[in-house]
């Protein structure tokens, strides 16, 4: 399909990019008669299975057998309905289902649901495949390796197959040495794979089970409700009228569909058929129009609160809860897309672009009135608790009604609101005169849009509910929205159509139960074949190895291995979909990172190492020359996708450069952060994101001349990272002698830190090696009770201090299991390290604040030589550094 754009040149037609979304996304085959009610039936299903597991009365509801197997449930959903709706090849039939293809599809679910029609064998087994059980898992591998080709492409169906391989033939002398393994029994690999819940059905498909099908459903609702029109509207009636308005407005309006759209591809193409033809029209080329609406969707996988797949795998995998991923994501994704603001900005300033309508741009308004918005909408969400307290205390038992009539009351109110004026319809991008939204006429037409999103915030912020329960009663919500929203219109208007307002609300609600369902099925296989690899990994322990392997390729050089590990992911990107590259990349890589870091000296927090896989998993949908998004985007504008995949990627260099600074400068995390440095760092993480993209973009005030651009990425990267230059002018750690460990131990404050180098024979080659610990002081008062506390054990001889292995049970017990204690060669501390008194990392900020104060100058005095005549020019030339 992108091929006949790039052909062509001319986008295509609204039915051929509903085809292009629905192939992409939900399959591209469209059965009709009974067979199509039939796989609408099963679809609709499954989407009210996964609401009745989230439901607090799922144990009253579904039977503990099916609970317990609920895993086996939603993969046998997945895989059926990818065999339905995702043709084998490209020529077979698009309007019936083959007979083979429902053979295959009812195999794999029954072989799927195997764990349970057998689940009392399986216990009383151990887990472990007889010779019946081997042969059936080994069909559904085979079965859900063809499904994952289906949906989502060769590459993942080929790298899974290429792990399973390594599982049965490590040992062969083809393997190179340095992975070679002694390789499994057909019946061993079967039982981890397929029989426990070490493999297809592990973590990440009980996540896919427990979170994302009800994240993806509340989507689905969300966008058959209208707010993905409502967000667009008000995101031109904002933005459209300024300089590059119509990209301006496709980067909010994609952040704000971006939550409710689980697809980049489709995110792109529901607000680009509306923005990518007005970009053009200002004067955006097909190609940057469609690398904006680009850059914009694919970004909405990492803007909180609804994250992609990938952030509910990080609750399991980093093992901290859903809030703390999205506090921790928070400021990089929100800088990231400012950046992107100002991205399309400085192109539309370049180029001096015409605005659309005859409204004045106002920046200082505009910019404050959409930050007025959302500083009152996170207050609502905040402030919600105290009226949910008060009702508690007042009526405990009955709490939940109130608080339920309470907010149907409000919904209610809302929908009052909004039925003072007309519904909003979708506007024709191709009209001779583009009239814009306002703001004041349209936004109360949408509000309660808001409500189930504000219920969805609460109980994850504020009630710190899981993400399940949390979306059903957000989903909840959105199923009275559907069915009343337009009953409830027509009543407020005097109309009499309520057989047909009912009617159509029943309608919206059936489709995006089933909308729902036919979207998580990449979603879901992705999940189940990821799980090979995971298996793999921990059945062969190929991750160690790989640890090795990266750490010798990179010369312990933790900058290197962080290039290596994007690398990987980008490539991997290429053919797979972001929650797959993340589940492989992580699997092998975040623990090899951490360790890696460790050893240099540098402590990385698990979640940022997962942040960082997860940006650039995200390319996934963006680079070249495999881009879907692009290739999406590119059917849409009518340019070629190729270059529209290198520029959108060239738009995405944010998103490529953020992860490195949050690994070396986690205070942008916000971890170990209170609420003023957390303040100022999102104010200066902000502004450095902004003189980063006119340092990259090439103009700042005025074009900006190559050594300006470079000082400017320079003053980025001091205002990012403060302490690199800091520890040039004073290191953060002073050297003591080893022998002084006890007592520098000894003297540090509660809390502080004291690093040591441990050196000593590798335990399994007895190659020296080294490692750096860091020795928290505790409450224990002295040297010698600390370092008991740590369960340490030194002794001295001179200069020389030896460390004994560390006691069983105690936290440096497995971080030092690498060295060999009871060699000829002693394990012995090399360096000691205690905290230096540094000035504060923020003085960095004076030179590198004054270097831009003189950078803009002098644009400033160039801009006004170059254009001294044109005072419209030079305001808009003055509008870049808003």
Same mark, same amino acid.
């Given at each position: 399909?992108?091929?006949?754009?790039?052909?062509?040149?001319?986008?295509?037609?609204?039915?051929?990019?509903?085809?292009?979304?629905?192939?992409?996304?939900?399959?591209?085959?469209?059965?009709?008669?009974?067979?199509?009610?039939?796989?609408?039936?099963?679809?609709?299903?499954?989407?009210?299975?996964?609401?009745?597991?989230?439901?607090?009365?799922?144990?009253?509801?579904?039977?503990?057998?099916?609970?317990?197997?609920?895993?086996?449930?939603?993969?046998?959903?997945?895989?059926?309905?990818?065999?339905?709706?995702?043709?084998?090849?490209?020529?077979?039939?698009?309007?019936?289902?083959?007979?083979?293809?429902?053979?295959?599809?009812?195999?794999?679910?029954?072989?799927?649901?195997?764990?349970?029609?057998?689940?009392?064998?399986?216990?009383?087994?151990?887990?472990?495949?007889?010779?019946?059980?081997?042969?059936?898992?080994?069909?559904?591998?085979?079965?859900?390796?063809?499904?994952?080709?289906?949906?989502?492409?060769?590459?993942?169906?080929?790298?899974?197959?290429?792990?399973?391989?390594?599982?049965?033939?490590?040992?062969?002398?083809?393997?190179?040495?340095?992975?070679?393994?002694?390789?499994?029994?057909?019946?061993?690999?079967?039982?981890?794979?397929?029989?426990?819940?070490?493999?297809?059905?592990?973590?990440?498909?009980?996540?896919?089970?427990?979170?994302?099908?009800?994240?993806?459903?509340?989507?689905?609702?969300?966008?058959?409700?209208?707010?993905?029109?409502?967000?667009?509207?008000?995101?031109?009636?904002?933005?459209?009228?300024?300089?590059?308005?119509?990209?301006?407005?496709?980067?909010?309006?994609?952040?704000?569909?971006?939550?409710?759209?689980?697809?980049?591809?489709?995110?792109?193409?529901?607000?680009?058929?509306?923005?990518?033809?007005?970009?053009?029209?200002?004067?955006?080329?097909?190609?940057?129009?469609?690398?904006?609406?680009?850059?914009?969707?694919?970004?909405?996988?990492?803007?909180?609160?609804?994250?992609?797949?990938?952030?509910?795998?990080?609750?399991?995998?980093?093992?901290?809860?859903?809030?703390?991923?999205?506090?921790?994501?928070?400021?990089?994704?929100?800088?990231?897309?400012?950046?992107?603001?100002?991205?399309?900005?400085?192109?539309?300033?370049?180029?001096?672009?015409?605005?659309?309508?005859?409204?004045?741009?106002?920046?200082?308004?505009?910019?404050?009135?959409?930050?007025?918005?959302?500083?009152?909408?996170?207050?609502?969400?905040?402030?919600?608790?105290?009226?949910?307290?008060?009702?508690?205390?007042?009526?405990?038992?009955?709490?939940?009604?109130?608080?339920?009539?309470?907010?149907?009351?409000?919904?209610?109110?809302?929908?009052?609101?909004?039925?003072?004026?007309?519904?909003?319809?979708?506007?024709?991008?191709?009209?001779?005169?583009?009239?814009?939204?306002?703001?004041?006429?349209?936004?109360?037409?949408?509000?309660?849009?808001?409500?189930?999103?504000?219920?969805?915030?609460?109980?994850?912020?504020?009630?710190?509910?899981?993400?399940?329960?949390?979306?059903?009663?957000?989903?909840?919500?959105?199923?009275?929205?559907?069915?009343?929203?337009?009953?409830?219109?027509?009543?407020?208007?005097?109309?009499?159509?309520?057989?047909?307002?009912?009617?159509?609300?029943?309608?919206?609600?059936?489709?995006?139960?089933?909308?729902?369902?036919?979207?998580?099925?990449?979603?879901?296989?992705?999940?189940?074949?990821?799980?090979?690899?995971?298996?793999?990994?921990?059945?062969?322990?190929?991750?160690?190895?790989?640890?090795?392997?990266?750490?010798?390729?990179?010369?312990?050089?933790?900058?290197?291995?962080?290039?290596?590990?994007?690398?990987?992911?980008?490539?991997?990107?290429?053919?797979?979909?972001?929650?797959?590259?993340?589940?492989?990349?992580?699997?092998?890589?975040?623990?090899?990172?951490?360790?890696?870091?460790?050893?240099?000296?540098?402590?990385?927090?698990?979640?940022?190492?997962?942040?960082?896989?997860?940006?650039?998993?995200?390319?996934?949908?963006?680079?070249?020359?495999?881009?879907?998004?692009?290739?999406?985007?590119?059917?849409?504008?009518?340019?070629?996708?190729?270059?529209?995949?290198?520029?959108?990627?060239?738009?995405?260099?944010?998103?490529?450069?953020?992860?490195?600074?949050?690994?070396?400068?986690?205070?942008?995390?916000?971890?170990?952060?209170?609420?003023?440095?957390?303040?100022?760092?999102?104010?200066?993480?902000?502004?450095?994101?902004?003189?980063?993209?006119?340092?990259?973009?090439?103009?700042?005030?005025?074009?900006?001349?190559?050594?300006?651009?470079?000082?400017?990425?320079?003053?980025?990267? *001091? =205002?990012?990272?403060? &302490? /690199?230059?800091?520890?040039?002018?004073?290191?953060?750690? !002073?050297?003591?002698? @080893? #022998? %002084?460990?006890?007592?520098?131990?000894?003297?540090?404050?509660?809390?502080?830190?004291?690093?040591?180098?441990?050196?000593?024979?590798?335990?399994?080659?007895?190659?020296?090696?080294?490692?750096?610990?860091?020795?928290?002081?505790?409450?224990?008062?002295?040297?010698?009770?600390?370092?008991?506390?740590?369960?340490?054990?030194?002794?001295?001889?001179?200069?020389?201090?030896?460390?004994?292995?560390?006691?069983?049970?105690?936290?440096?017990?497995?971080?030092?299991?690498?060295?060999?204690?009871?060699?000829?060669?002693?394990?012995?501390?090399?360096?000691?390290?205690?905290?230096?008194?540094?000035?504060?990392?923020?003085?960095?900020?004076?030179? *590198? =604040?004054?270097?831009? &104060? /003189?950078?803009?100058?002098?644009?400033?005095?160039?801009? !006004?030589?170059?254009? @001294? #005549? %044109?005072?419209?020019?030079?305001?808009?030339?003055?509008?870049?550094?808003?």
């Amino acid at each position: 399909m992108a091929d006949n754009s790039k052909q062509s040149g001319t986008p295509l037609s609204e039915a051929e990019l509903q085809e292009l979304v629905s192939s992409t996304d939900a399959g591209a085959r469209n059965p009709t008669g009974t067979v199509a009610v039939f796989l609408a039936v099963v679809a609709l299903i499954w989407s009210l299975f996964q609401v009745l597991l989230a439901s607090p009365v799922s144990n009253i509801v579904l039977p503990g057998d099916i609970i317990n197997n609920s895993r086996q449930f939603h993969l046998a959903f997945a895989v059926f309905l990818a065999f339905m709706a995702y043709p084998a090849l490209k020529s077979s039939p698009r309007a019936y289902i083959p007979i083979q293809d429902w053979v295959m599809g009812i195999v794999a679910a029954f072989i799927a649901l195997y764990g349970y029609f057998f689940y009392d064998k399986i216990v009383d087994s151990g887990g472990l495949a007889d010779d019946t059980d081997k042969w059936v898992a080994l069909v559904g591998l085979i079965l859900l390796f063809e499904a994952a080709r289906r949906a989502l492409g060769p590459a993942m169906a080929i790298i899974a197959t290429i792990f399973l391989l390594y599982v049965f033939f490590g040992a062969s002398p083809w393997v190179p040495e340095v992975i070679r393994w002694k390789g499994a029994s057909l019946q061993k690999a079967m039982s981890h794979m397929w029989i426990t819940s070490e493999g297809v059905f592990g973590i990440a498909l009980g996540v896919s089970t427990k979170f994302v099908f009800l994240f993806v459903l509340f989507g689905a609702l969300l966008d058959k409700a209208g707010a993905g029109n409502y967000f667009i509207k008000m995101a031109f009636g904002a933005l459209g009228h300024m300089k590059g308005g119509p990209a301006k407005a496709a980067v909010v309006g994609s952040a704000a569909t971006g939550l409710i759209s689980g697809s980049s591809i489709a995110n792109v193409v529901t607000t680009g058929t509306f923005t990518i033809p007005l970009m053009k029209r200002v004067g955006f080329s097909a190609e940057k129009a469609g690398s904006v609406e680009v850059a914009s969707s694919v970004n909405g996988q990492i803007m909180p609160p609804v994250m992609g797949a990938a952030a509910f795998l990080m609750v399991e995998y980093v093992g901290i809860s859903y809030v703390e991923v999205i506090t921790h994501a928070f400021i990089p994704a929100a800088i990231s897309y400012i950046a992107l603001v100002y991205i399309v900005h400085l192109e539309a300033v370049k180029q001096n672009m015409p605005t659309l309508g005859n409204k004045v741009a106002n920046v200082g308004k505009t910019v404050g009135g959409m930050a007025a918005f959302f500083i009152l909408f996170a207050a609502i969400c905040y402030a919600v608790q105290y009226p949910v307290a008060w009702v508690t205390a007042l009526v405990p038992e009955g709490a939940g009604w109130v608080l339920a009539l309470l907010v149907f009351l409000a919904y209610m109110a809302l929908v009052w609101l909004a039925a003072q004026g007309p519904d909003l319809e979708p506007d024709d991008p191709e009209a001779e005169v583009v009239e814009l939204p306002e703001i004041s006429e349209i936004y109360k037409s949408g509000l309660y849009y808001l409500l189930p999103i504000v219920v969805l915030v609460y109980f994850l912020m504020i009630e710190q509910k899981s993400p399940g329960l949390s979306a059903f009663w957000a989903s909840a919500l959105m199923f009275v929205i559907l069915l009343t929203q337009r009953p409830l219109k027509t009543l407020f208007r005097g109309q009499n159509d309520y057989a047909n307002a009912f009617m159509r609300g029943g309608t919206d609600l059936l489709d995006g139960l089933i909308t729902g369902a036919r979207n998580m099925i990449g979603i879901g296989l992705a999940t189940a074949a990821a799980g090979v690899i995971v298996g793999t990994v921990t059945l062969t322990g190929v991750g160690q190895v790989m640890a090795d392997l990266v750490e010798f390729l990179s010369a312990g050089n933790l900058i290197l291995m962080l290039v290596m590990v994007g690398l990987l992911s980008l490539i991997l990107g290429m053919g797979l979909p972001t929650t797959a590259n993340y589940i492989v990349v992580s699997s092998l890589m975040a623990g090899v990172v951490v360790e890696l870091g460790a050893q240099s000296g540098l402590i990385v927090p698990l979640i940022a190492v997962h942040l960082f896989v997860f940006y650039f998993g995200i390319m996934a949908d963006v680079t070249p020359p495999v881009g879907l998004a692009s290739f999406a985007a590119a059917a849409v504008s009518g340019g070629d996708a190729i270059r529209t995949g290198f520029i959108a990627f060239f738009y995405s260099l944010r998103t490529i450069v953020l992860p490195f600074l949050f690994i070396f400068n986690t205070d942008l995390l916000l971890i170990d952060v209170g609420w003023v440095e957390g303040l100022t760092v999102a104010v200066v993480a902000t502004i450095a994101i902004l003189i980063f993209t006119a340092g990259t973009m090439g103009w700042f005030l005025a074009r900006s001349r190559l050594w300006e651009s470079v000082a400017l990425i320079l003053v980025a990267f *001091a =205002l990012f990272r403060p &302490g /690199f230059f800091m520890d040039y002018i004073e290191p953060p750690y !002073r050297q003591v002698a @080893p #022998a %002084d460990l006890t007592a520098a131990l000894g003297e540090a404050a509660p809390g502080e830190e004291v690093r040591i180098i441990v050196t000593g024979p590798d335990f399994d080659t007895g190659e020296p090696s080294e490692k750096t610990l860091v020795l928290p002081a505790s409450d224990a008062e002295g040297g010698e009770a600390r370092l008991e506390a740590l369960g340490l054990a030194t002794m001295a001889d001179g200069d020389v201090v030896t460390l004994d292995e560390p006691f069983p049970g105690t936290p440096y017990f497995e971080k030092m299991s690498d060295f060999d204690f009871y060699g000829d060669e002693p394990v012995t501390v090399a360096t000691v390290q205690v905290t230096n008194q540094q000035p504060p990392k923020e003085l960095i900020y004076i030179p *590198a =604040l004054l270097l831009l &104060g /003189f950078i803009a100058w002098l644009q400033r005095g160039r801009a !006004r030589k170059e254009d @001294p #005549a %044109d005072p419209a020019d030079t305001t808009s030339k003055g509008e870049a550094l808003a």
